[in-house]
């Protein structure tokens, strides 16, 4: 079922710092911001030369990355996303097994313009997975 890591998201509390001290200090190369307001963040991808590394913030009132900041005021390791070949294939089969798909169950197209579903993080080892279609 599992693909390439797509990315690893980490979740900040000002992004404007996150992506400068990602592209001043350790180099990196990161794109510009996209604001997801279907997603409550907004998001910056550093281009890595195996992955990338999604650095997001909260953006609106209901951000669904506004309690985990609560919790990690200087941010921390948010979610993995892991590419699948067919992401409703994968969540029939994730569901079968007893794995709580996020929200209505529906993939919602993520900042790559491709559909995306989560799995709870209490399934998977205090990990929240992404998966994003190839
Ligand atoms: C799709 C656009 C973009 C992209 O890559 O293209 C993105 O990645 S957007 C990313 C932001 N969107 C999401 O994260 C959507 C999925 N997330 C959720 O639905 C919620 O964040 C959820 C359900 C994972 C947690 O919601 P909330 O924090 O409000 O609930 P709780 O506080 O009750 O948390 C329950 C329980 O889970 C622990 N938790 C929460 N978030 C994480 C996390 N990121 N990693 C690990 N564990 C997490 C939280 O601490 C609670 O644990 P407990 O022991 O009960 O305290
Ligand atoms: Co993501």
Redesign the pocket.
């Known amino acids: 079922m599992l693909g390439k890591v797509n ?1 690893i ?1 980490i ?1 900040v509390p000002d992004l404007v710092q996150a992506t400068a001290a990602y592209r001043d200090t350790l180099g990196a190369r990161v794109s510009q911001s996209q604001a ?1 307001p279907e ?3 907004t ?1 910056v991808f550093v281009e890595l030369p195996n992955t990338k590394v ?1 650095l ?1 913030e909260p953006l609106g009132a209901d951000s ?5 900041l609560a ?1 990690n005021p200087d941010g921390g ?3 993995i ?1 892991y590419e699948v070949e067919d992401i409703l294939d994968a969540r029939d089969q994730l569901k079968a097994a007893g794995a709580r798909v ?2 209505n169950g529906e993939p ?1 197209i ?3 313009g491709k559909p ?1 579903l ?1 799995l ?3 399934d998977f080892f ?3 997975i ?1 998966l ?1 279609q190839l």
């Open positions: 990315h998201a979740a997801l997603h409550g963040v998001v999604e997001l669904p990355i506004a309690a985990f919790k390791m948010h979610h996303c996020l929200g919602k993520g900042a790559h995306v989560f709870h993080p209490k205090g990990t929240l992404e994003e």
